[in-house]
């Protein structure tokens, strides 16, 4: 079965970084695109980024992009988001997900989902 596990999470200050990893199992993870998913506290599902089947495209929601970067690494079952120059707006929980269809952007979500891990940006 789908297993999707995050970490990476926690409290930062303006400005600071993080980098989240989203580590995977039960499916063959180099044929699934990987998608990060955020939620604010109060606000719905927020796409962030994705990346497709072996890394060489990515997509970033504009309020992250210059500022966020997804890559994944198909020999560990892994993928990560490092996010640089954090504003409070970021705060959310960020879900890792996984599909095997591109669906970025619209208003159609992964089948497979982790936990999440909570990050919050504030001084």
């Known amino acids: 079965q789908v297993q999707l596990v995050e970490s990476g999470g926690g409290l930062v200050q303006p400005g600071g970084s993080l980098r989240l990893s989203c580590a995977a199992s039960?499916?063959?993870?180099?044929?699934?695109?990987m998608y990060w998913v955020r939620q604010a506290p109060g606000k719905g599902l927020e796409w962030v980024s994705a990346i497709n089947t072996g890394g060489g495209s990515t997509y970033y929601a504009d309020s992250v992009k210059g500022r966020f970067t997804i890559s994944r690494d198909n020999a560990k079952n892994a993928v990560y988001l490092q996010m640089n120059s954090l504003k409070p707006e970021d705060t959310a929980v960020y879900y890792c997900?996984?599909?095997?269809?591109?669906?970025?952007?619209?208003?159609?979500?992964?089948?497979?989902w982790g936990q999440g891990t909570q990050v919050t940006v504030s001084s």
């Open positions: 039960g499916f063959t993870f180099s044929s699934y695109w």
């Open positions: 997900a996984a599909d095997q269809s591109f669906m970025f952007g619209t208003s159609w979500f992964p089948k497979n």
